[in-house]
């Protein structure tokens, strides 16, 4: 029996269809309306990508790998969607880019403008519209970078080589690119280690000398990093860390690690200072200092901050001398032995004095005064010269001010001169000797108690006159009518003599003697009456006649003669009969009036 066979299956396999490309995110997400944006797009399936559009727009891209392409944004604007089109279609996800009317950053100036080709060199960007910066790009290398301000970015330069534009993106835009150069940094090169020994505990300050030390980022003593200053390209100074036996020192830079130079640690001492004198000096340097210590024989360096000094003579274990180098501010003075460094000593570079003002500016030529000298960098002085004399005392205040008590001297100007460390500074004819004031007579020699009335001093030196005393009482006011007379007016007193003086800025005068007078006083006058046609006396009885200078009969004048201090005889004068009054006058002021009546012949 014949059965009919089915013929066999064939299945074609098929290739698989790629997957639609889709676009997951894009940064940035906004940029310039006028494009040129550099924009990464980030998703997948993006091999064989034929097309980036921004919204309908065509993008000039580069893909990078299915996950990444970098496109550079056409111009347009609002919000638009960002597709990709590859052969198996276009990605749909709804992923925009915003066109904003930021202004396009501009790079005016990158600083430095070279690097190491290793990169690391931190730059500062200068320019404008750089809010918002989104990358900072050295060529297409994308660096690291701190947004300081719309005008200012500092970036790190990643690694590179060659010169390249670096540029900034905002969502204004891609700036303009400026140059910056990768340069080959050299290996560093050590040449010598100074001191090349100290203490297993460490603290040796050692100076480093060689080249390509720019930049350099390790000292190693052995194994063990040491803290260090870059001095210059040729130097470092840097601290020994504890250690044992012979090391190698290196430098590592931005070029490589140098060559290794040798450094012992030894169980010698550390050296001790315990003073230096003196403890300050001039900028210009040359003082000779003498250091006191111990551990000091064997001294190899010594050192006014990191500067060595300019020469030094060890004298014994106990004692250097060293020269001061030039140098500014407050340093510490070390010795290094090859047991380790000493500990420091304050040492004070002095800038030179100047002196600016001397008040007061003048005095007497006994001295004694104090006087104040102002002016800069007066700490530390050492002498204060009136002319070539020095002064009674001083004292330094502070930096700007020096109290001084002036010597005595002869009349005359004298400079002002101030020595410190640092130097000398000279005023020229800045203090005035004045001779003190002389007294030779005052005239009136006598006035009322009252005062009131004006007195002639004459003398010498009397031209800088500053007060006029009657004893303990100032005048009532005065004048210098020149160097040898002064008028005053004198104060009120009690009766009797007082010294009389002036005072300048010389000094206080000699005195002379001034009498305050009490006024005269008439008791009795005998005989009160007499005939009209006078010729005849008087006797007046009272007190305070002794300095009588006139007797009226009315206001006429007439003779007389002091008795004594309390009697007094007058001529009578002729007159009207009638009553007339007679007074007596003296320095000391006037009597009230007495009585005397004329009396007129018999009729016949």
């Known amino acids: 029996?014949?059965?009919?066979?089915?013929?066999?299956?064939?299945?074609?396999?098929?290739?698989?269809?790629?997957?639609?490309?889709?676009?997951?995110?894009?940064?940035?997400?906004?940029?310039?309306?006028?494009?040129?944006?550099?924009?990464t797009v980030t998703g997948t399936g993006f091999t064989g990508a034929t097309g980036v559009r921004f919204g309908a727009t065509q993008a000039s891209f580069t893909v990078n790998s299915d996950t990444q392409i970098t496109a550079t944004a056409p111009a347009g604007s609002g919000t638009v969607q960002v597709t990709v089109t590859t052969p198996a279609g276009t990605s749909n996800q709804f992923v925009t880019f915003t066109y904003v009317t930021a202004p396009v950053p501009v790079l005016s100036s990158v600083s430095p403008a070279s690097g190491p080709a290793s990169g690391g060199t931190v730059v500062t960007l200068s320019g404008s519209g750089f809010s918002g910066a989104t990358a900072v790009r050295f060529g297409g290398v994308s660096a690291a970078f701190t947004v300081v301000s719309g005008s200012q970015i500092t970036a790190t330069a990643p690694a590179g080589s060659g010169t390249v534009q670096v540029t900034v993106t905002t969502p204004g835009g891609t700036s303009n690119g400026v140059s910056f150069t990768y340069v080959s940094v050299p290996v560093p090169v050590l040449s010598s280690v100074s001191p090349s020994s100290g203490p297993a505990s460490g603290g040796t300050v050692v100076t480093?000398?060689?080249?390509?030390?720019?930049g350099a980022t390790a000292v190693r003593f052995g194994g063990v990093s040491a803290a260090f200053t870059v001095v210059s390209g040729s130097q470092?100074?840097?601290?020994?860390?504890?250690g044992s036996g012979n090391v190698q020192v290196t430098v590592t830079a931005p070029g490589g690690t140098s060559n290794g130079v040798s450094f012992t640690y030894v169980s010698a001492p550390v050296p001790v200072l315990t003073s230096a004198t003196p403890n300050s000096g001039p900028a210009a340097g040359g003082?000779?200092?003498?250091l006191t210590g111990t551990g000091l024989a064997a001294t190899t360096a010594v050192r006014f901050g990191a500067t060595p000094a300019t020469s030094f003579t060890v004298v014994s274990d106990t004692h250097v001398t060293a020269?001061?180098?030039?140098?500014?501010?407050?340093?510490?003075?070390?010795?290094?032995?090859?047991?380790g460094t000493s500990n420091g000593l304050s040492y004070t570079y002095s800038g030179a004095p100047t002196l600016s003002g001397v008040s007061p500016n003048q005095g007497s030529t006994s001295g004694g005064n104090t006087v104040t000298l102002t002016g800069t960098n007066l700490s530390g002085a050492t002498s204060v010269l009136f002319g070539a004399t020095p002064a009674t005392s001083f004292t330094v205040v502070s930096p700007t001010q020096i109290t001084a008590v002036a010597p005595a001297a002869t009349a005359g100007p004298v400079d002002v001169t101030v020595v410190t460390p640092g130097g000398t500074s000279t005023l020229p004819n800045a203090?005035?000797?004045?001779?003190?004031?002389?007294?030779?007579?005052?005239?009136?020699?006598?006035?009322?108690?009252?005062?009131?009335?004006t007195v002639t001093l004459t003398g010498t030196h009397l031209i800088e006159a500053t007060a006029v005393r009657f004893g303990a009482t100032a005048a009532t006011s005065f004048t210098v009518v020149s160097d040898t007379q002064i008028t005053a007016v004198v104060p009120a007193g009690a009766a009797g003599p007082v010294q009389v003086t002036v005072t300048t800025v010389g000094g206080t005068s000699n005195p002379v003697s001034y009498t305050y007078l009490a006024a005269p006083i008439v008791t009795t006058l005998v005989p009160n009456q007499g005939p009209a046609s006078g010729g005849s006396t008087v006797t007046l009885t009272g007190s305070n006649f002794a300095q009588t200078?006139?007797?009226?009969?009315?206001?006429?004048?007439?003779?007389f003669t002091v008795v004594s201090d309390t009697h007094l005889v007058a001529d009578v004068l002729a007159g009207?009969?009638?009553?007339?009054?007679?007074?007596?006058t003296s320095p000391g002021g006037t009597s009230a009036p007495t009585t005397y009546t004329r009396v007129a012949p018999p009729g016949i």
């Open 323 to 339: 020269v001061a180098p030039a140098g500014t501010g407050t340093v510490q003075i070390t010795v290094t032995t090859p047991g």
């Open 549 to 559: 200078t006139m007797v009226l009969f009315g206001a006429v004048p007439t003779g």
């Open 287 to 290: 003082t000779t200092v003498t």
């Open 236 to 242: 470092i100074t840097a601290t020994a860390p504890p």
């Open 1 to 39: 029996m014949n059965r009919s066979v089915p013929p066999p299956t064939i299945t074609a396999v098929l290739p698989l269809a790629a997957a639609t490309p889709a676009v997951t995110s894009v940064s940035p997400t906004s940029g310039s309306t006028a494009g040129g944006t550099q924009v």
């Open 208 to 214: 480093l000398s060689g080249s390509g030390f720019s």
């Open 431 to 453: 203090y005035f000797y004045v001779s003190p004031p002389v007294l030779l007579g005052v005239a009136p020699l006598s006035g009322p108690l009252a005062g009131g009335n």
């Open 576 to 584: 009207v009969a009638g009553p007339v009054a007679i007074t007596v």
